[in-house]
């Protein structure tokens, strides 16, 4: 059996900046109008305004 798998690589990378409201982590890029919300409690995602074109990366790191 063949098997064919395409991976897309983005042309573009923007870093993502992270803030917490409540149960959420919302990451938003500077540079353009990406956003993904994280809730740390359900688990839920969701992601707003996504390219193909455009990998987004961020980190979360709690204040204690």
């Known amino acids: 059996m063949?098997?064919?798998v395409v991976?897309?690589?983005?042309?573009e990378r923007h870093s993502?900046?992270?803030r917490r409201e409540g149960?959420?982590?919302?990451?938003t890029c500077p540079q353009c109008d990406y956003?993904?919300?994280d809730?740390?409690?359900t688990g839920e995602m969701q992601i707003e305004n996504?390219?193909?074109?455009?990998a987004?990366?961020?980190?979360y790191r709690p204040l204690h």
């Open 23 to 27: 149960d959420w982590v919302i990451y």
């Open 16 to 18: 993502c900046e992270a």
């Open 35 to 37: 956003r993904l919300r």
């Open 2 to 4: 063949s098997r064919q």
């Open 56 to 59: 987004h990366s961020g980190e």
């Open 39 to 41: 809730n740390l409690i």
């Open 50 to 54: 996504a390219s193909r074109d455009v």
């Open 7 to 11: 991976y897309h690589q983005a042309s």
